[in-house]
């Protein structure tokens, strides 16, 4: 039996993906320019693995030979929940469930039964680990538009959306609506981000940016413009799409593994700072929160104590 496009889609809802779009397979032009400038600011800062295999991230038929079609899914995690303390902020996208588990998990039962219609079907599942470029080809697929603060926003929710694709070696039904970008004259991102990261509309400058810093950064201290700029965030930052008038929009999800873990939407930062190698296993296994490592989480803390 052909595999149909709107199967796949009927599917992907029926697993719980908000919204699904399918473009062929090829190479991201447009993208590749802006990356590549990106990239010579050095706005990646220490994240080295972002210069790596520039050829597969930028076109996904070296990432993936065969590919044909990429179908692209967003999963909605906002839950209506705000932080439970001023001190210790986790980010909304790690209050849950690790997504790349869970969004992974999906779509391997999404390729399985496209695998029922097909079952010389090849697939490659990326969830934000791989070198793709999850945001571009997210708009590709009309799924919506990068906002000023460089993140996905769809039109009917907002942008607390994880991107998950499955690249497939067959051909298959494509979309090719495109969403324009709505953000107008709208600077509120960049006018709220505390160390003024968002260097320009819809450039970030890492070596600024909270996030970056909490969970990426890797060095004993955090750079002062983050570090007298931290404003209680222990692990990420959400403080640009807190503001983003389109997240009025917000829905919450239906998918339970993304509520706050134990009920905690911020960590204290004492328990954080005398916490034993076993705790933190046991304390952020399947969790996002690991991407820290207990070393980045106890620098972190210590700087809200001080």
């Known amino acids: ?30 993208e590749s320019s802006r990356l590549r400038e990106w990239l010579d600011r050095g706005f990646h800062a220490s994240m080295s693995w972002m210069e790596n295999h520039l050829d597969k991230r930028l076109d996904v038929r070296k990432l993936m030979p065969g590919a044909r079609s990429i179908i692209v899914t967003a999963s909605n995690y906002y839950t209506p929940y705000a932080h439970d303390g001023s001190q210790g902020k986790v980010s909304r996208y790690a209050w849950g469930d690790d997504y790349h588990d869970v969004v992974r998990g999906k ?14 079907v090849i697939g490659k599942i990326c969830v ?53 970008d709505h953000c107008g004259t709208c600077t509120a991102c960049l006018d709220a981000c505390p160390t003024n990261a968002i260097v320009e509309p ?28 931290l404003d209680g965030w222990i692990y990420g930052c959400d403080v640009c799409q807190d503001v983003c008038p389109w997240n009025r929009f917000e829905t919450p999800t239906e998918e339970s593994s993304f509520e706050p873990r134990n009920g905690e939407t911020t960590l204290d930062a004492d328990t954080v700072i005398n916490m034993t190698h076993e705790d933190y296993v046991e304390r952020f296994r399947a969790s996002a929160i690991k991407r820290a490592k207990l070393s980045g989480l106890q620098r972190n803390a210590k700087y809200l104590v001080e």
Request: contains cysteine; glycine residues 10%; negative net charge.
């Open 1 to 30: 039996m052909p595999i149909s496009s709107e199967s796949i889609k009927t599917n992907a809802a029926d697993l719980g993906f908000h919204s699904i779009g399918i473009v062929p397979a090829g190479a991201l032009d447009v």
């Open 107 to 120: 779509l391997s039962k999404l390729l399985d039964l496209i695998r029922s219609d097909e079952p010389n």
């Open 128 to 180: 934000d680990t791989v070198p793709f470029m999850d945001k571009a080809w997210a708009v590709r697929a009309g799924l919506g538009w990068i906002g000023k603060h460089s993140n996905l926003i769809t039109k009917d929710i907002g942008s607390w959306v994880f991107i998950g694709s499955l690249i497939v070696d067959v051909e298959l039904q494509y979309d090719h609506g495109i969403v324009e």
């Open 202 to 229: 819809y450039v970030v400058d890492s070596g600024r940016c909270i996030s970056y810093g909490t969970i990426e950064h890797r060095g004993d201290t955090l750079p002062d413009k983050i570090a007298s700029n």
